[in-house]
C-alpha cells in the first residue's frame, strides 16, 4: 500500500498561492526540526542529561529541562529558513524577529509533557501558524490561524495536521526519512466514556468540574447511566492523540491553587492549536463555556482553562458550568464559581 507524502499533501493544497507556499515550507522545517528532536528523545538516557531541570519559566514558574531548551533551539534554528517573521516559544519571555519580510508568525511549545521525558512515554512539539500582521500577529485569536498541529514523540514519531480542510495524521517512515498520510480525514466520536484530569487537584476544583467528574464516576449507577474510565498520561499531546484516535475528553480546568486560577495551559501555543486540531475533526475546545478559537489573547504566555475532545461531551461540560436546564438534578449544586475564575 502507498502512502502519500506529506510534501505531496501540501504542496496539492497550496498550489500557487504564495501564502500557502510560505505555510507549506515551515510545516516541512518543523517536521526537520522534529525529526531531530525524535532522535534525542528515542536515544533517552544515552543522549546526555536531558531530563535535568536548568531554570525555571519566569512567567508562571514552571521549571525548564535541558531538553526543553534544546527542543526550543531546533525549532527555531530550522524556522529561520522558513518565510516567517516572527516566532514565540514557551520557552523565551520575549517573540524572537526573525526574517523581515516573512508573512508568517509562528508560535510553539517546543516540548509539551516534558516533566516527563524521563520516564519514557510520549511527548511532542505544538504549533500555530498566523499571518504576520505587524508586532501582534502571535496574539491573534486561534481562528486566525492557517495551520496548526503537534509531532507526538512516541512509539511512532506522527504528526497531527490541520490546514483547515479537515485534521490529517502522518507518520514519520524511518525507512524513506519521509511523513507519510496515515489517516486522511480524522473524526473524533461524539459520545465517549473516557475522560483525562489530574485528579489530584479534585480539592481545588470549582462545582461545575467536581460535579461533572462526579457524575462520570458514578458510572452506571450515576445520572449519566453508563461507567466512565480515567485515563491521565499528563502529556497533552498523548491525550490528544488518544482523542483523535478513540474519542475521549481533557479538561485542564482553573482551580483554587495559587498560580492556577486559569488552570495551567498556554492559549496562543497550546490551547489554539489543539483546539483547531480538535474543531477539523468533529470535536470541540472551550475554556469550560467559551470556544477557545474565538478567544483574543492578551499576551503570548497567558493560560487558559481547558476542555477538548468528543463535541458532546464538551458540550455537557458547558452545561455544568452555567447550570443549564437539561441538568435538572445538578442544577441546585451549582454554586458561584464556574470553570473560569475570575
Ligand atoms: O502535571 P500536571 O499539572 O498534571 O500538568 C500536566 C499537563 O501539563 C503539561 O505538561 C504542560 O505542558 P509543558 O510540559 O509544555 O509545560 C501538559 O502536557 C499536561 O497535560
Ligand atoms: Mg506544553
Ligand atoms: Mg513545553
Same mark, same amino acid.
Given at each position: ?9 501540501? &504542496?496539492?493544497?497550496?498550489? +500557487?498561492? $504564495?501564502?500557502?507556499?510560505?505555510? =507549506?515550507?515551515? *510545516?516541512?522545517? #518543523?517536521? /526537520? ?58 520557552? &523565551?519571555?520575549?517573540?524572537? +524577529?526573525? $526574517?523581515?519580510?516573512?508573512?508568517? =508568525?509562528?508560535? *510553539?511549545?517546543? #516540548?509539551? /509533557? ?229
Amino acid at each position: 500500500m502507498t502512502h502519500k507524502t506529506l510534501q505531496d499533501h501540501l &504542496a496539492g493544497w497550496a498550489g +500557487a498561492d $504564495s501564502l500557502r507556499q510560505g505555510v =507549506a515550507e515551515s *510545516v516541512h522545517a #518543523l517536521a /526537520g526540526a522534529a525529526v531531530k528532536i525524535a532522535e534525542l528523545i528515542a536515544a533517552g538516557p544515552l543522549a546526555g542529561e536531558m531530563a535535568k531541570v536548568r531554570g525555571y519559566h519566569e512567567e508562571g514558574g514552571d521549571s525548564q529541562k535541558e531538553l526543553d531548551a534544546i527542543a526550543d533551539g531546533l525549532v527555531l534554528e530550522a524556522l529561520r529558513l522558513a518565510p516567517v517573521a516572527v516566532f514565540g516559544s514557551e520557552e &523565551a519571555e520575549e517573540p524572537v +524577529a526573525l $526574517s523581515p519580510s516573512g508573512m508568517l =508568525a509562528i508560535a *510553539v511549545d517546543p #516540548l509539551d /509533557g516534558s516533566s516527563n521525558i524521563d520516564t519514557n512515554i510520549s511527548v511532542g512539539t505544538i504549533f500555530s501558524i498566523l499571518p504576520f500582521t505587524g508586532p501582534n500577529s502571535l496574539i491573534q485569536p486561534g481562528n486566525r490561524q492557517l495551520a496548526a498541529g503537534f509531532f507526538v514523540y512516541g512509539p511512532q514519531t506522527s504528526l497531527v495536521l490541520t490546514v483547515g480542510e479537515g485534521t490529517q495524521i502522518f507518520v514519520h517512515d524511518r525507512l524513506s526519512k519521509k511523513f507519510l498520510l496515515a489517516n486522511e480525514r480524522v473524526s473524533i466520536a461524539a459520545e465517549t466514556n473516557e475522560y483525562a484530569i489530574n485528579g489530584s487537584n479534585a480539592r481545588h476544583w470549582d462545582n461545575a468540574v467536581r460535579c461533572y467528574i462526579e457524575d462520570c464516576q458514578a458510572g452506571a449507577d450515576g445520572p449519566r447511566g453508563k461507567d466512565f474510565n480515567t485515563r491521565w498520561v499528563a502529556s497533552m499531546v498523548a491525550e490528544a492523540y488518544r482523542i483523535l484516535a478513540r474519542g475521549g475528553v481533557y479538561l485542564y480546568p482553573g482551580d483554587a491553587r495559587k498560580g492556577y486560577a486559569k488552570g495551567r495551559l498556554r492559549l496562543v501555543y497550546e490551547a489554539n492549536p489543539i483546539a483547531f486540531v480538535m474543531e477539523q475533526a468533529d470535536g470541540r475546545a472551550t475554556d469550560g463555556s467559551r470556544r477557545i478559537l474565538d478567544i483574543i489573547p492578551s499576551k503570548l504566555h497567558q493560560r487558559i482553562p481547558l476542555v477538548f475532545g468528543s463535541r458532546g461531551e464538551v458540550e455537557r461540560i458547558a452545561r455544568y458550568q452555567i447550570g443549564s436546564a437539561d441538568l435538572p438534578e445538578r442544577a441546585p449544586l451549582f454554586g458561584k464559581r464556574g470553570l473560569l475564575r475570575a
